[in-house]
């Protein structure tokens, strides 16, 4: 289902997903491999960041300049947005992401609500990254729907 390698795109993938060990051995792989068999060049943040000594005075700001240089870089941001409220970090990365004008994709395969709005299944400032009138085409509820031809990334992708 992969798009033809001639992407030269750039997506940063904010996650929660690499605060756990379980988690980043078992999810983030997939959606990196997803990603990039779409043929996007994927700049994962926990794996951008192992060369910072977490014991080291500073190491959170260094932790945060890095990914705000990945996200002025990047292309786009592909935000994994699940929980009740998303992770807060996230939520900073991806209002950063749209305060830059990046392409905004976004995932929540999380079932449970997470807003008062019966239109949108989250806050609606997460949602002012995408085109108000196609919100849903920026908008993946499974993981199965990421490369799907009809949705945005896979034709954001072929461009």
Known sequence: MGLKQLSNKTLYLASPYGFSEHWKLKLLPDFISKLESMGASVLEPFARNTNIDLSSPGWANKVASSNLNDLRTSDGIFAIVNGTPPDEGVMVELGVAIALGKPTFLFRDDFRKCTDSDDYPLNLMIFLGTPS???????????????????????????
């Open 133 to 159: 009138d196609s919100w849903n085409d920026y908008y993946y509820s499974s993981f199965d729907e990421i490369d799907c031809k009809n949705k945005a990334i896979y034709k954001w992708l072929a461009d």
